[in-house]
């Protein structure tokens, strides 16, 4: 058939709509910008009015009894590993497929990363790589709900109540998502996340830190909230010094982003039902093709994908004779859809986290306060260190048009089936789809 001619070899297209604004993020409206051309007007950029009246808010969205913003995500999460007492020689065990600031913060709190590989499925926390790696040395558990899919948390709790290691979780991809009913950063001493331009839940540039624990809230806010430094602050271990921040930091969120917050924040859970459905659709028309299947939970009811964020998909060549993910995701990209191979690289191969001495202590910064090597050369984490030839990034669907959606999963289907025509110039992966160029020794 004429139209099932790839378009790489010259055939239609399979996308032929204009998105129009079925793509667009963040969704801006005029109450965007009155919210924040209040602030502007006033002058009160780097006021505390509006961020308090925004941390109230999301704390009754989150159920939390603290929260504090910050001006990104990665102090947010700087500033969790300050309050969990992440400190001099400590580790902490992260899974190694992940964005940096989930963990590389801990280097300047002169702790160490310890890698663990990811589920094959939910592409997070692998919980049977983790206890293993539990030392006297270890302080907190990274869990990060990875592009939107929840952990395992009753095993991942189990093990950390068990070692009585407080866990810390990342919620920059999964912000109000469900497991089992209970909302992801409910499960951890301390959760933090992103709010940048880009992640589900968008106000400009941000980070939120969220948790019931007051200890671990003073400790926040001492870190990088002089100004707060004050009132905030009961703990006498913390008094003495307060009106500086102890982590020498200044990481108060800015108004304009938190003004912007506070409209985004109300529609968030409308908008983030709009994307899982129209996620679900594009999987669900796709459902039983050879070599896709979709990266997300069961069925959408008492756990969810939350926002979705950077949806992804898993890719099984095996089912396509081979095919690699890059010819794959070119085939699909020539019909008029969106399809990037991979996912974020392992961390533990990049050589920040094995030759570089960032402070001048005459060995590599990973060493430093570890007790031992605990470099993890490459062979330690399998599932991280080939996840990039299974992965492959979709179009991220903001609004449920059915019609559009159709054609994007038609572009799909289209080169799944026509795979065979594919395989003779395949040139495969390039080495740099899983590992670090140029760190494989
Ligand atoms: C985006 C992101 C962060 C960092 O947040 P910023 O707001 O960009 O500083 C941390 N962790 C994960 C998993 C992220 O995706």
């Known amino acids: 058939m004429a139209e099932n001619k790839l ?142 899919h929840p952990a395992e948390m009753d095993t991942i709790m189990a093990i950390a109540q068990r070692y009585h290691i407080p866990i810390i979780e990342d919620v920059s991809h999964a912000h109000g ?70 982590g020498g930091q200044k990481y108060r969120m800015n108004q304009l982003c938190a003004a912007m917050g506070r409209v985004q924040l109300k529609y968030y859970d409308n908008r983030a039902a709009e994307v899982r459905q129209a996620i679900n659709y594009f999987w669900d028309l796709l459902e039983g093709v050879p070599g896709l299947r979709a990266h997300r939970v069961q069925a959408e009811s008492d756990s969810t994908m939350a926002g979705w964020y950077s949806a992804s998909g898993h890719y099984h060549p095996e089912e396509l004779g081979g095919l690699s993910v890059t010819r794959f995701a070119e085939a699909v990209r020539a019909e008029g859809s969106v399809c990037a191979p991979g996912v974020n690289k392992p961390l533990h191969l990049h050589p920040l986290f094995n030759t570089c001495d960032i402070y001048g202590h005459g060995q590599p910064t990973r060493l430093v306060h570890a007790h031992r090597d605990v470099r993890q050369p490459p062979g330690g984490l399998p599932v991280s260190e080939h996840i990039g030839s299974h992965t492959y990034r979709m179009p991220q669907f903001k609004r449920y048009y059915p019609d ?31 590992d670090w160029p140029g760190n494989l020794n």
């Open 404 to 434: 559009i959606i159709a054609q994007h999963a038609a572009a799909y289907r289209k080169v799944a089936e026509n795979y065979a025509a594919l395989l003779a110039d395949d040139p495969g992966d390039p080495p740099e789809l899983n």
């Open 7 to 148: 378009a790489l070899w010259g055939g239609p297209k399979a996308v032929q709509n204009d998105p129009g604004n079925t793509f667009t993020w963040p969704i801006v409206t005029e109450e965007d910008e009155t919210a924040v051309l209040e602030v502007l007007r006033r002058g009160a950029m780097s006021d505390l009015d509006v961020t308090m009246a925004f941390e109230q808010e999301f704390a009754a969205w989150q159920g939390t009894r603290y929260t504090l913003g910050f001006n990104t995500g990665t102090a947010a999460l700087h500033a969790a590993m300050f309050g969990v007492k992440l400190g001099v020689g400590d580790e902490i065990i992260c899974p190694s497929i992940t964005y940096w600031a989930s963990v590389l913060q801990c280097f300047s709190l002169e702790a160490t990363p310890i890698f663990a590989d990811i589920d094959p499925d939910t592409l997070c926390i692998a919980p049977g790589d983790i206890e293993h790696r539990i030392t006297e040395h270890t302080k907190a558990i990274m869990v990060v709900h990875y592009l939107g």
């Open 177 to 246: 998502g469900l497991y089992k009913g209970r909302k992801t950063g409910m499960f951890g001493a301390v959760a933090a996340m992103s709010l940048m331009s880009g992640k589900s839940l968008p106000i400009g540039e941000g980070g939120m830190l969220v948790t019931d624990n007051r200890e671990i809230y003073e400790r926040a806010v001492a870190f990088g909230h002089y100004r707060r430094f004050d009132d905030a602050i009961k703990s006498e271990d913390l008094r003495p010094y307060r009106g500086l921040p102890l």
